[in-house]
């Protein structure tokens, strides 16, 4: 077992792996046999290996301290590198997919592994190469610029994490005026991320021209790696959120404002649920850790398993420091096979949330770190969002480790904000789709779209007069748009089958987490909707999830 400090890092020699893949595509060429195609694939799979792990090391490590000069410099080394190793990696697969061998590979590594294989190819070209390098040095500048956030409140300098605390306190003028703070450091450096978003319009626009896509979302898409629904399933999930989730979305938040006592609810109120406010953890971020290793324990004998690498290998950085960037994430070492849990802690709910959410992913990663490869190794992002957000519902049944008396309130927050997440989750989703199927539009134009979606997404959430929020700028503080495009609806979808599991696990929660162990077990190994039927849950895109789930809530919220 190595522990995370003790991981090495080092810079790839990026001749010597440039000229193991030209030697890689030479052996598959001219292999004879399916076997020796696939000894090619094993020895790419090494590879490839080798340089995520470094990759991973380099980003953790910088996003830990984004002022630590040596890791800025590794990153920007891979963000100028990437697209060249992706452009080698490529024309392996170029390889395969033509090789006379590949039916018979097929049948050694799996169809999902060339399916995969094909996909990616799809949306890569030599041609884009330098459009890819200026895409990851904006993406970098707009993370960078996030993390730099020092904004003055209640005596201190704080960054945008830090600043949670305040907009959750049961002090209504406190948390107006951390909303304030928080929209006053938006605005500051607005101009430059339009600026930033402009060009990566432009970019990743002019790299769907190149491969010949109308727009940017078919390669958004194809990066993705989709392959069991389309866009026009995504269209038709959306109507139905708007149909049967926004009208529910809509009758919790008024029952929330008569709970509150506040009848001219406002934005800063939206996220208090009760009046003398929400559950909070008790205890520090080891007392919370510490909870958490016992959940894990106590859940199931893989669980237990699991977290006592997780943690003796200390594979978490889970508190808010000066420099860290925000946000919070699960990063696959493959050369360790390990999972590393990004964070910040800031006192709140979302720090039980975080840590269910994302051990959540690192889980799935562990019990299918022994699969051969890795493109069946973790489903598309939609599966690897079932995982998490499904196990901060089983969570549910230990929540008392972390909340004592105040856990019947947690459940009713969790339940809250996960099922009002959906619409928002539209929004982003949709606004997306406008923005690269629309690339002309011009900053201000952005803005109206936006304001628009909050109407009909969130038509209860009055956002009059707030600063930077109150004018269709929200946008700009979603990481996702700028750092993972398209990459939101897959939490809608997840977000659905993890309330599936929710009410399941209400009537039976030893068979619900049966079901959920089914899913996660197979990793890659199946396309989304067929993990849904291994899973025995209802797959998203129809409106029986939703409709299904909608009223499971509103059940439950009327009992309490």
Not at 300 to 317: I, R
Not at 346 to 363: C, I, K, Q, R
Not at 501 to 516: C, H, M, P, R
Request: proline share 4%; aromatic share 14%; charged share 30%.
């Amino acid at each position: 077992m190595t522990k995370f400090k003790d991981m090495i890092y080092k810079r790839p020699d990026m001749d010597a792996l440039l000229g193991a893949y030209a030697a890689l595509c030479r052996e598959a060429e001219s292999a004879s046999s399916p076997e020796q195609l696939v000894n090619a694939i094993d020895r790419h799979e090494t590879l490839y290996a080798s340089f995520q792990t470094q990759s991973c090391l380099s980003y953790i490590r910088h996003t830990i301290d984004t002022r630590d000069a040596f890791y800025e410099a590794e990153k920007d080394f891979f963000d100028e590198h990437t697209p060249e190793f992706e452009e080698a990696v490529n024309a392996f697969y170029d390889v395969l997919l033509t090789s006379p061998h590949r039916a018979g590979a097929e049948s050694l590594c799996g169809k999902i592994f060339f399916d995969t294989v094909e996909v990616s190819r799809k949306c890569f070209s030599p041609e884009i190469v330098p459009l890819l390098k200026e895409e990851n040095a904006l993406l970098s500048r707009y993370q960078k610029l996030i993390a730099s956030a020092r904004i003055p409140f209640d005596g201190q300098i704080l960054n945008v994490s830090k600043l949670t605390s305040y907009k959750l306190s049961p002090d209504r003028e406190v948390r107006k005026a951390a909303l304030y703070a928080e929209g006053e450091f938006y605005l500051s450096v607005g101009e430059e991320i339009d600026e930033i978003y402009d060009q990566m319009v432009r970019v990743r626009t002019e790299i769907a021209h190149k491969l010949g896509y109308r727009s940017f979302t078919e390669v958004g898409y194809l990066r993705m790696k989709r392959t069991s629904y389309s866009r026009e399933d995504v269209e038709a999930f959306r109507a139905a959120v708007r149909k049967h989730i926004v009208p529910a979305v809509c009758e919790l938040k008024k029952k929330q404002s008569e709970k509150n006592g506040i009848a001219d609810m406002k934005m800063h109120d939206d996220l208090i649920i009760f009046p003398e406010g929400n559950a909070k953890p008790q205890g520090s971020a080891s007392d919370i850790l510490a909870a958490g290793r016992e959940m894990y324990h106590r859940m199931s004998e893989e669980t237990a398993e699991f977290v006592d690498f997780l943690y003796d290998s200390e594979l978490l950085d889970v508190e808010a420091k000066d420099g860290k960037a925000v946000g919070g994430y699960c990063e696959m070492l493959a050369d360790y096979k390990a999972s590393f849990i990004f964070s910040n802690f800031n006192g709140t709910s979302g720090d039980v949330d975080v840590l269910t959410h994302e051990a959540g992913h690192a889980f799935a990663d562990y019990m299918v770190r022994d699969l051969p490869y890795r493109e069946i190794m973790n489903p598309t992002l939609e599966g690897c969002e079932t995982h998490s957000m499904s196990m901060e519902f089983f969570a549910w049944r230990y929540l008392d480790l972390f909340y004592g008396e105040e856990t019947d309130k947690a459940k009713y927050c969790h339940l809250a904000e996960s099922f009002s997440f959906i619409p928002y989750g539209c929004i982003v989703d949709e606004f997306q789709h406008i923005m690269y199927d629309r690339p002309e539009l011009t900053k201000a134009q952005r803005h109206e779209v936006w304001e628009q979606l909050e109407r009909t997404y969130r038509p209860y959430l009055d956002r009059t007069g707030v600063p930077f929020f109150g004018d269709g700028r929200g946008w700009q503080r979603q990481l996702h748009i700028f750092l993972h495009p398209f990459y939101y609806i897959d939490y809608c979808l997840a977000q659905t089958e993890s309330l599936v599991f929710w009410a399941e696990s209400q009537e039976d929660y030893e068979a619900a987490f049966d079901k959920y162990m089914r899913f996660v077990n197979k990793g890659g190994t199946l396309p989304f909707r067929e993990l849904c039927e291994c899973a025995s849950i209802p797959d998203p895109f129809g409106e029986d999830a939703l409709v299904r789930i909608a009223g499971s809530v509103s059940d439950w919220f009327a009992k309490r």
